[in-house]
């Protein structure tokens, strides 16, 4: 079993970009990569529209069953941008100006217009902190939910400022052996092998290529002694059905 308790976030991925196919998420990939090595596990993952009752709705769902909450889009300037909105709703307060962001964004002269669009990003739910934003105005975070851009390039700084202030688990680490035997081949024997970790989630991913069907097996788990020894056996168990064990990977 692992030693330290398990500490699970859910993505909330907010606009209709995104649903619609327009933009393609690559926030929800860079985030569960790097909140493990926080250790910090991303379990679960929502795409909702420009709906604030849907973004509230699971905005209240997600932080109740998990540690963290980590949301992204809907932080800019424009008319639909309504993530601070939702997010207040959402925990029952008002918006009220950060003089931190309210001050950062004065010191970008614009015409009054557009500084009036621009003094919207400076709005955050009374009682939260800031997150660190080194290209633009900072995030922020209430209790457990934490509100980051939608543009890659910035929700990755603002994520890389929250290196060693977020509480972490043990990561999960990964082992990977691949062979060309078929799912059904090795079907029964990997349940088999599955009953005796019940801690490590193993999974099995077919593919075709070279003209050949083969199988990759992924073990995933936080105890790296247990992780070694169900490869071995996922390897032994290959060797034994007429396969030959390659492209063995740990991380």
Do not use: W
């Not at 995104?18 to 926080?38: H, V, W």
């Not at 972490?168 to 052996?177: D, E, L, N, Q, Y």
């Not at 990759?216 to 060797?239: E, F, P, S, Y």
């Amino acid at each position: 079993m692992p030693d330290t308790p398990r500490v699970t976030a859910a993505v909330l991925i907010i606009g209709n970009e995104i649903l619609s196919g327009r933009t393609q998420d690559s926030n929800l990939a860079y985030l569960a990569k790097t909140l493990n090595e926080y250790g910090i596990q991303v379990v679960h993952a929502r795409v909702v529209p420009d709906i604030e009752a849907d973004i509230v709705e699971a905005l209240n769902a997600l932080r109740a069953k998990h540690d963290y909450v980590f949301t992204t889009g809907g932080i800019g300037p424009t008319h639909d941008d309504i993530t601070a909105d939702c997010v207040a709703a959402a925990f029952g307060v008002e918006l009220v100006i950060s003089e931190p962001i309210a001050e950062l964004i004065r010191r970008r002269p614009s015409p009054p217009e557009v500084m009036e669009a621009r003094m919207r990003m400076a709005r955050i739910p009374r009682g939260g902190g800031l997150v660190d934003n080194p290209l633009g105005p900072p995030g922020f975070y209430i209790d457990n939910v934490y509100v980051l851009a939608g543009i890659p390039r910035v929700m990755q700084q603002m994520v890389e400022s929250l290196r060693g202030k977020l509480r972490g688990g043990a990561p999960v680490r990964s082992r990977s052996v691949t062979a060309h035997l078929s799912e059904g081949q090795i079907a029964r024997r990997l349940g088999e092998i599955q009953q005796h970790f019940a801690h490590i989630d193993l999974g099995s991913y077919p593919f075709f290529r070279e003209e050949r069907y083969g199988t990759t097996l992924v073990m995933r788990g936080t105890d790296a002694a247990a992780l070694d020894r169900m490869l071995d056996q996922v390897k032994q168990m290959i060797i034994e059905l007429g396969g030959e064990p390659t492209d063995l990977l740990s991380g």
